[in-house]
């Protein structure tokens, strides 16, 4: 039944294929926060998949950041987009978190500089972080961040906006961060640019979850409601230390943009399609084309920290 029904999806894909760009960006721009907050609302009553849903899924391998900027995957010094001649620097600092939002910063200013610097699971936060995934600690992580940290004490940006993913992370094998630790992580980074004299903002995290909504969805495309995820269960490991982030920012009189209305209602139910785009390539990371969908929105938060 199940396989008739994406027979019956796929019919369709001939007809929206044309209109997809190799990006997938199937969904509409939004340019404000009231805008996008009624898509996140809508997008928990969706029950049956859309044909530009099913062509999105087919291609969600492809879906990611890195498939956007492929030449800058080798965590080497920086990558410049959008315009080179741009007289407005933003640089993008942190880890895959950082860019992740590589896209929506490029729609946002396009003629300005947008300078990348990342490195994998190495948050922008001064830590020293153990990555479940490889069993280890990045030796070359906390050497990356305090030689970045000098390149962009020297680079003249406009504004420097850090990035970091909050949730499931730990200090050891058995020993997840702490609120304190990370607030005192963020505040060492925050003093360390400020020589920089650039606009120091901190970018809120999107939540991270247990399942991989694509996933997910490739299993429910007549049930997509199924695939939302509720952020008051998914366990004490999966927490993310965003309030301590952003209350250690503001005391460091740092911006903090808060993104969690960006993907979740208020009551922490977070859709996993929204806007007509899938919201998410893997468990903590957006599309290409929702990071795209973002960049009105982006403008205009991060306009006001350039005037």
């Not at 990006?23 to 928990?44: E, I, R, Y």
């Not at 070359?140 to 940006?157: E, G, P, Y």
């Amino acid at each position: 039944m199940q396989r008739a029904f994406v027979n019956r999806l796929m019919m369709g894909v001939v007809a929206v294929a044309a209109s997809l760009a190799s990006s997938f960006s199937a969904g509409s721009a939004v340019s404000s926060s009231a805008a996008l907050q009624q898509l996140v609302a809508q997008g928990t009553a969706v029950r049956v998949a859309s044909p530009s849903v099913a062509v999105q899924l087919q291609h969600a391998a492809t879906a990611s950041f890195e498939s956007y900027d492929p030449g800058c995957v080798n965590f080497t010094g920086s990558c410049t987009f959008g315009d080179p001649a741009g007289t407005t620097t933003i640089a993008l600092f942190g880890d895959s978190h950082a860019q992740e939002w590589l896209p929506a910063f490029v729609e946002a200013f396009p003629h300005a500089q947008i300078r990348m610097h990342w490195f994998p699971t190495c948050p922008a936060a001064t830590l020293r972080l153990w990555t479940p995934s490889t069993h280890a600690y990045s030796p070359k992580c906390m050497a990356w961040r305090a030689s970045t940290i000098k390149q962009l004490v020297t680079a003249k940006s406009t504004m420097i906006v850090l990035f970091e993913q909050t949730g499931h992370t730990y200090t050891s094998p058995t020993t997840l961060a702490t609120d304190a630790e990370w607030s005192a992580g963020i505040k060492a980074t925050i003093g360390a640019l400020r020589p920089s004299h650039a606009k120091l903002v901190v970018m809120g995290d999107n939540p991270f979850y247990r399942e991989n909504p694509a996933t997910c969805l490739s299993r429910n495309l007549r049930s997509v409601n199924r695939c939302t995820v509720d952020l008051t269960k998914v366990g004490p490991d999966f927490r993310n230390h965003q309030r301590a982030e952003e209350r250690a920012t503001i005391a460091s009189h740092v911006p903090y943009v808060a993104t969690a209305s960006w993907f979740c209602t208020a009551a922490g139910k977070c859709p996993s399609v929204i806007g007509n785009s899938v919201a998410y390539v893997d468990a903590s990371h957006m599309t290409v084309a929702y990071a795209k969908i973002l960049g009105p929105l982006v403008h205009e938060v991060f306009s006001r920290y350039l005037r």
